[in-house]
């Protein structure tokens, strides 16, 4: 089982990026998923999350109006379309996904499949 994220890149500040998390190994149609980041020094932090019917979406404030989850359970695949990116963005972004709850839970505790990391860098 594997959660494969992309789509990080150097960006500059205003730019847009969007991120995939491609899954393989089983199907997360029924899992509620979550982008989650990490910036250098600092502990890592939730971002946004999606109910498996994608019905329910969370996201931290410091997101909201910017960011976007979405997600594809036909492709087994989940998105975040990140636009006005700002350099307190730059992080390694990683996603992830729970075996036991269907809904858009923030805590990381509830996640129990994890993706490798894709990093954004965001140039001022």
């Known amino acids: 089982v594997q959660l494969q994220a992309s789509g990080g890149g150097l960006v500059q500040a205003g730019g847009s990026l969007r991120l995939s998390c491609a899954a393989s190994?089983?199907?997360?149609?029924?899992?509620?998923m979550a982008w989650f980041r990490q910036a250098p020094g600092k502990e890592r932090e939730f971002v946004a999350a999606?109910?498996?019917?994608?019905?329910?979406?969370r996201k931290a404030e410091s997101v909201k109006g910017r960011f976007t989850i979405s997600r594809d359970n036909a492709k087994n695949t989940m998105y975040l379309q990140m636009n006005s990116l700002k350099p307190e963005d730059t992080a390694v972004y990683y996603c992830?996904?729970?075996?036991?709850?269907?809904?858009?839970?923030?805590?990381?505790?509830?996640?129990?499949?994890w993706g490798q990391g894709t990093l954004v860098t965001v140039s001022s």
């Open positions: 999606i109910s498996w019917s994608s019905t329910s979406t």
């Open positions: 190994g089983r199907t997360f149609s029924s899992s509620g």
């Open positions: 992830a996904a729970s075996s036991w709850s269907s809904q858009a839970v923030g805590g990381p505790a509830e996640y129990d499949y």
